[in-house]
């Protein structure tokens, strides 16, 4: 009897063994495998995050569901305790939309993923412009919609004052969410610098202006300022040559986003510093003019109106593993520019691979 029962506690502990083995991420458990199988073949794996350093990981992307929100394939819970901001201002969480482009600042604890920061960011924010053709600008930037975020495209009229979030892709920028908003006479453009075949520097279809000293042909910066009788005066310069949460993440997964295909891809920090660095850069000449004008996409000014200082700033601030590749379509809940209900779940199936 004795043998009896030491065989039969045996034989339990070696099925518990296995059953705890193939718990891993089966079934939409939510847990993600400890292995270096970070993303391959669109699993939606990514390896264990629990306590990943002091600060946590950085998702970056796009929205694409709620329930808490979506990025990346990866559902991130938000609470009241969740520091949400919104182009640099504190904000709710029912300000965040289905297609907004996020830095999420988070953390991974038994499988659930728990956001301590959020960041939207518009990439465009001004008065709508039609084109000949009618589509649309702001500050020169034209405006194509994203041709994989659900939903339709919102009625648009000119001057309408919007903010837009969205990404660049071949120097073309695609629209992932168009929003109203209150307007309080400021613009913003970040967009790529591009170095014409005849030598001209321009940022959004527009000369880019002289006050631009250090500058790189295809880096990303931003541009921002305030609209006057005179014309779009530029009073802040952005450039954009650290990552987010430099100091605080060890780890980020980052969306590669394109008309085609949207790819998840995980990388270090040293590496994934070296992926917003302009390959074969050519730096623009400093120009040596007192004359410098602070308008952007207008004729010059009036002579009376040109002193106004701006402010120039910058943020401070991947051996990449292989990308969680998918199809688009394959994260179909919420619409164009849905906002998020509520923190619990609002219904929909999650994206692929979880």
């Known amino acids: 009897m004795t043998k009896l029962i030491a065989a039969l506690v045996i034989f339990i502990t070696c099925v518990s063994l296995l059953w705890a083995h193939d718990d891993r991420g089966i079934g939409g458990t939510g847990k993600y495998s400890d292995s270096d199988e970070r993303g391959m073949g669109g699993t939606g794996k990514y390896a264990n995050s629990d ?35 919104m182009d640099g201002q504190n904000t ?128 990303i910066i931003t541009l921002a300022g305030v609209y006057t009788e005179y014309g779009n005066r530029l009073t802040r310069i952005y450039y954009h040559r650290d990552i987010p949460f430099s100091n605080q993440s060890t780890h980020y997964i980052v969306e590669k986003r394109s008309p085609q295909f949207s790819e998840s891809v995980e990388y270090s920090p040293s590496t994934f510093r070296k992926t917003i660095e302009p390959q074969n850069a050519i730096k623009r000449e400093q120009l040596d003019t007192p004359s410098r004008s602070s308008f952007f996409n207008e004729a010059t000014p009036q002579q009376n109106d040109r002193s106004n200082p701006f402010e120039q700033w910058s943020n401070g601030g991947f051996s990449p593993s292989q990308g969680n590749r998918d199809p688009f379509g394959q994260s179909p809940n919420g619409t164009f520019g849905d906002h998020s209900p509520s923190r619990s779940h609002s219904g929909g199936q999650p994206p692929r691979g979880r």
């Open 51 to 85: 306590d990943r350093g002091i600060g946590g990981t950085a998702v970056i992307g796009t929205i694409t569901a709620f329930g808490s929100i979506w990025v990346n394939g990866l559902e991130i819970e938000f609470s009241h305790d969740t520091d949400i901001k």
């Open 92 to 219: 709710k969480g029912s300000s965040l939309r289905v297609g907004q482009q996020v830095q999420v600042l988070a953390s991974q604890k038994s499988g659930t993923w728990q956001a301590k920061t959020i960041l939207i960011d518009h990439s465009l924010v001004g008065r709508l412009k039609q084109n000949a053709d009618q589509t649309w600008n702001i500050q020169g930037v034209n405006i194509m919609k994203d041709p994989n975020i659900p939903g339709s495209w919102p009625k648009l009229t000119q001057d309408d004052y919007v903010k837009v979030s969205g990404y660049f892709d071949s120097n073309v920028f695609y629209a992932t969410d168009i929003v109203a908003a209150n307007d309080d006479n400021t613009w913003k453009v970040s967009a790529p610098i591009v170095l014409s075949k005849n030598d001209k520097w321009t940022i959004g279809n527009n000369a880019l202006p002289a006050d631009v000293l250090d500058a790189k042909s295809g880096e």
